[in-house]
T-cell receptor, first 114, second 116 residues
Framework: GENVEQHPSTLSVQEGDSAVIKCTYS??????FPWYKQELGKGPQLIID?????GEKKDQRIAVTLNKTAKHFSLHITETQPEDSAVYFC?????????????FGTGTRLTIIP | GAGVSQSPSNKVTEKGKDVELRCDPI?????LYWYRQSLGQGLEFLIY????????KSGLPSDRFSAERTGGSVSTLTIQRTQQEDSAVYLC??????????????FGPGTRLTVL
């Protein structure tokens, strides 16, 4: 089955600087890669996603890049703000097979230092 | 509109007791997933429902775990004879599952289960 690894497990960044979180996956059939943000006491919330036919996607301060050959994808947050502090999870899934269960990485606790 | 809701938000039980966790998906969402989040770990898949049927139960850790879904809506995850290792946050997610492109999974707030 699919295996997703995520690094780093913790990340502290000065407010205004950029943060990068990296993930690798094992199943070359995976073709959908979402990123979720989880705040304390809440369920994960989708912040951005990318499909395997695209190499990069951007939404305001958040961007995701995908390298299918190397089987890795990354989350980039620019101009970080205190409200970006949370745990971030990457995930992988196979589109179009009905069951689109997500395989998650182990999460990155991001702390923005004011 | 209303999101995915789960109840109870917290459940403390004694080892050996049975527990039921409830999930109310977003109205009209045909796909429903249960995941488990253990302390310091990522989310692990438990079971997938398409309508009322569960074509993938591969993530259920033992036969003490079972789940059902009725009316294509509410789902209940039951854990029998709970053990301390069952302590975790149990998350439910739903999606439209219209076929074609992957549908976003929307998560509920979870149920934090503590087995003493």
């Amino acid at each position: 089955g699919e295996n997703v690894e995520q690094h780093p497990s913790t990340l502290s960044v000065q407010e205004g600087d950029s943060a990068v979180i990296k993930c690798t996956y094992s199943d070359s059939a995976s073709n959908y890669f979402p990123w979720y943000k989880q705040e304390l006491g809440k369920g994960p919330q989708l912040i951005i996603d990318i499909r395997s036919n695209v190499g990069e996607k951007k939404d305001q301060r958040i961007a995701v890049t995908l390298n299918k050959t190397a089987k890795h994808f990354s989350l980039h947050i620019t101009e970080t703000q205190p409200e970006d502090s949370a745990v971030y999870f990457c995930a992988a899934s196979r589109e179009g097979f009905g069951n689109e269960k997500l395989t998650f990485g182990t999460g990155t606790r991001l702390t923005i230092i004011p | 509109g209303a999101g995915v809701s789960q109840s109870p938000s917290n459940k403390v039980t004694e080892k050996g007791k049975d527990v039921e966790l409830r999930c109310d998906p977003i109205s009209g969402h045909t796909a429903l997933y249960w995941y488990r989040q253990s302390l310091g770990q990522g989310l692990e898949f438990l079971i997938y429902f398409q309508g009322n049927s569960a074509p993938d139960k591969s993530g259920l850790p033992s036969d003490r775990f079972s789940a059902e879904r009725t009316g294509g809506s509410v789902s209940t995850l039951t854990i029998q004879r709970t053990q301390q290792e069952d302590s975790a946050v149990y998350l439910c997610a739903s999606s439209l599952d219209e076929g074609g492109a992957v549908d976003t999974q929307y998560f509920g707030p979870g149920t934090r289960l503590t087995v003493l």
